[in-house]
């Protein structure tokens, strides 16, 4: 079951609710005395679950025998209209997250980190700029009132999908009805009032977290002390046309952390690899990332060096950006076209993965398209196509994000004036000694 529901639905609510609902998932309800009796059913059927929450979708997923087919969406349609949220669940799901957040800040890996960041710099407090990760002053607030009261919102009949992969369509369906139709929530099934619509406002901006970074991974290879960067650009939400094309100039860039063997489909021919890791050996990473909702998308670098770099790291990835916008090789345009095929293809082997892609296509558009035709679209990509959707993506205003020392990270008007400059270089600075 998906619901479109999270995050960047949180404007008028406390923070967190989604990171709550998705740690509460699949715990007691209706018919179920408590999460072990939910396991217990499943392993009948040799079955596992997972929910996860996401900035625009929540999703609740079962994967079983599919001679439990009844059993699951009897299962499923329980959990998410019929949860209990006793006090003693969420006062566990409070420590949980709670250690979750120390946790993350503890991590080597800065990846969630820099992910919010970046998304709060370039749309600054509204919808996906909102935080997914439940702010720790919000924890003691959340509870089963405040959940009720969003649940009643965004947990209606038209923001949610039932999706299958490996059974007869017409089965799923008849279990939908017999479990899903007109089923009272438990939260009362009164019209949802306070339902935001808003449209995500791209603000760009930048968000700058000053940290010591020399004690992150202490032992017998420590990781040196980095600090990291993320500089973003507003690309287009995955229902408009020019979608393909950034997800094709997003594998162009490609790129990686600087220490991993060549192995297969390591991507050592993008121009992250070619141009920045290959040419300066102090670079420990640099990564192209696109995100992409219904209304908006960032397509972003990540790059990450010893402080004392910071400026000449900037500096490159400001550069590499200007490059997007000029010639684009006929030979690593199509090898970004096969690459981006063949991870499409590949992904889809996977039957989580099949169900997520037909679950969020039909949310978002109530169709799916099949991989033939995402794989007809990537090869109509042509280089103006890449140059256009560049071009206008270099008008926009850059989102920043940036952890570690930052004593050497130049100002974001400088950071601004490059991306707007012909060859993206930093306006110099002299610095005047007595």
């Known amino acids: 079951v998906l619901v479109n529901s999270g995050s960047r639905h949180e404007a008028k609510y406390l923070s967190g609710i989604s990171h709550f609902l998705e740690k509460l998932a699949f715990s007691s309800t209706a018919q179920f005395g408590s999460k072990d009796e939910i396991l217990l059913t499943l392993e009948k059927h040799g079955g596992i679950c997972d929910c996860q929450a996401s900035r625009d979708t929540i999703m609740y997923a079962v994967s079983a025998d599919a001679k439990g087919l009844d059993t699951v969406v009897n299962l499923l349609a329980d959990v998410a209209l019929q949860p209990r949220l006793s006090d003693e669940e969420i006062e566990m799901t409070r420590m949980a997250i709670r250690f979750e957040l120390e946790d993350l800040n503890m991590r080597p890996d800065p990846e969630p980190l820099l992910t919010e960041m970046i998304h709060?710099?370039?749309?600054?407090?509204?919808?996906?700029?909102?935080?997914?990760?439940?702010?720790?002053?919000?924890?003691?607030?959340?509870?089963?009132?405040?959940?009720?009261s969003y649940l009643r919102n965004y947990y209606t009949p038209d923001r949610m999908v039932l999706a299958g992969v490996g059974i007869e369509h017409e089965q799923l369906v008849e279990c939908a009805r017999k479990h899903l139709l007109g089923v009272e929530p438990v939260w009362g099934s009164g019209q949802s009032r306070d339902v935001d619509r808003s449209v995500a406002q791209y603000t760009g901006g930048i968000v700058k977290v000053e940290k010591d970074m020399s004690d992150v991974s202490l032992g017998p290879t420590p990781i040196p002390e980095l600090t990291h960067i993320m500089i973003g650009l507003e690309s287009c939400s995955f229902l408009e046309e020019d979608f393909i094309p950034f997800a094709v100039l997003n594998m162009m860039m490609g790129g990686g952390g600087s220490f991993s063997a060549g192995g297969p489909g390591k991507g050592m021919f993008t121009r992250l690899y070619l141009n920045v890791l290959n040419?300066?050996?102090?670079?420990?990473?640099?990564?192209?990332y696109h995100h992409s909702y219904e209304d908006t998308g960032l397509l972003c670098i990540h790059a990450s060096a010893d402080p004392k770099q910071v400026r000449e790291m900037v500096e490159i990835i400001t550069r590499e950006f200007i490059l997007m916008a000029g010639a684009v090789g006929e030979v690593e345009l199509e090898r970004a076209k096969t690459q981006l095929k063949s991870m499409l293809m590949?992904?889809?082997?996977?039957?989580?993965?099949i169900f997520e892609d037909v679950g969020r296509q039909v949310l978002a558009t109530n169709t799916r398209k099949l991989p033939h035709e995402l794989c007809a679209l990537i090869s109509q990509v042509k280089p103006s196509d890449i140059k256009r959707v560049v071009t206008k993506m270099l008008h926009k205003k850059p989102a920043v994000a940036a952890l570690g020392d930052l004593t050497d990270l130049p100002s974001y008007e400088h950071i601004q004036t490059a991306l707007s400059s012909k060859d993206g270089r930093l306006p110099r600075i002299y610095r005047l000694f007595r």
């Open 120 to 148: 709060a710099a370039a749309y600054r407090d509204n919808t996906v700029g909102l935080n997914r990760f439940c702010p720790v002053e919000n924890t003691d607030k959340i509870d089963r009132q405040v959940l009720h």
């Open 279 to 288: 040419r300066h050996h102090w670079m420990y990473n640099a990564t192209s």
């Open 346 to 353: 590949m992904n889809l082997e996977s039957r989580p993965v």
